[in-house]
């Protein structure tokens, strides 16, 4: 079965969705636990699918539901579907090694960021087409930051002019996100991170709040009522 979206797209899109999801609280892995009757996987699924330059989409499965999640996203769009890893960066390592040639820019995108918006993925895949080797999206830190010490004693008050928190898709030029992996080492919480290792710029670009990661059960009743006023 032909996995390709738009057959004349330059994107390749990857999807760590094989954590079990324990900051959420005991249940199926995160993925597949339910927001507004649907997996998180399939709300991410279908917004990635409806960015336009998107040719093929790699979904890495938790290593015991992958004819499960070939099912589940059959209806929603053509997706490759490989086991996933222990580690989120084992994940994208194995869905990265299962995109076809062709697509030049691949973007990595977690599913539990399951209300990004389509603009979102193109605008990132843009900044990367535009020249930049690896581009990630953004937002700024809105709360004033404390650095503690033992105790939860304060130390001091960070300067958070320069922090910005960091969301998925993160975009890279292909050959740069493979050569990152290939030399990877232990593992770290982002791509970028692996990128930034090999000495490349990573360039930010605006993130979007609806691109919130599903972390805790706060995050998922905010991402139903999001859903519930037309996210
Ligand atoms: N071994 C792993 C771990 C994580 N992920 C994916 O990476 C994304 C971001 O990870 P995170 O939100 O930290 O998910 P979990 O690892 O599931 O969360 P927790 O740390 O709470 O268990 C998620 O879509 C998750 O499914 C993955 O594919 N493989
Ligand atoms: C890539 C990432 O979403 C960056 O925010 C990453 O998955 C975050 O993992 P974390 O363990 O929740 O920081």
């Given at each position: 079965m032909t996995a390709q979206?738009?057959?004349?797209?330059d994107v390749a899109v990857l999807v760590p969705?094989?954590?079990?999801?324990v900051r959420l609280g005991p249940g199926a892995p995160k993925a597949l636990r339910l927001l507004a009757g649907e997996p998180l996987l399939v709300h991410a699924v279908r917004r990635i699918a409806a960015?336009?330059?998107?040719h093929t989409i790699v979904v890495a499965a938790p290593a015991g539901e992958v004819e499960a999640v070939r099912r589940l996203l059959a209806p929603v769009a053509p997706v490759l579907v490989v086991p996933g890893g222990a580690e989120r960066q084992a994940s994208v390592a194995a869905a990265l090694a299962a995109v076809p040639a062709g697509p030049g820019i691949v973007l990595v995108h977690d599913a539990?960021?399951?209300?990004?918006?389509p603009e979102l993925v193109e605008s990132v895949a843009g900044a990367v087409r535009s020249g930049h080797d690896a581009v990630i999206p953004v937002l700024p830190v809105v709360d004033t930051i404390k650095e503690v010490g033992a105790?939860?004693?304060?130390?001091g008050t960070v300067d958070r002019s320069a922090l910005r928190a960091v969301q998925t898709p993160q975009g890279f030029r292909r050959s740069v996100l493979a050569a990152a992996h290939a030399a990877a080492g232990d593992p770290l919480t982002d791509d970028a991170g692996l990128v930034e290792k090999q000495g490349i710029p990573v360039v930010c670009v605006p993130g979007s709040e609806?691109?919130?990661?599903?972390?805790r059960p706060f995050d998922l009743a905010l991402a139903e009522h999001l859903l519930a006023a037309g996210a």
């Open positions: 979206l738009n057959p004349r797209g969705a094989a954590g079990a999801g960015a336009g330059s998107v539990a960021r399951a209300l990004t918006p105790g939860e004693v304060v130390l609806y691109a919130l990661k599903v972390t």
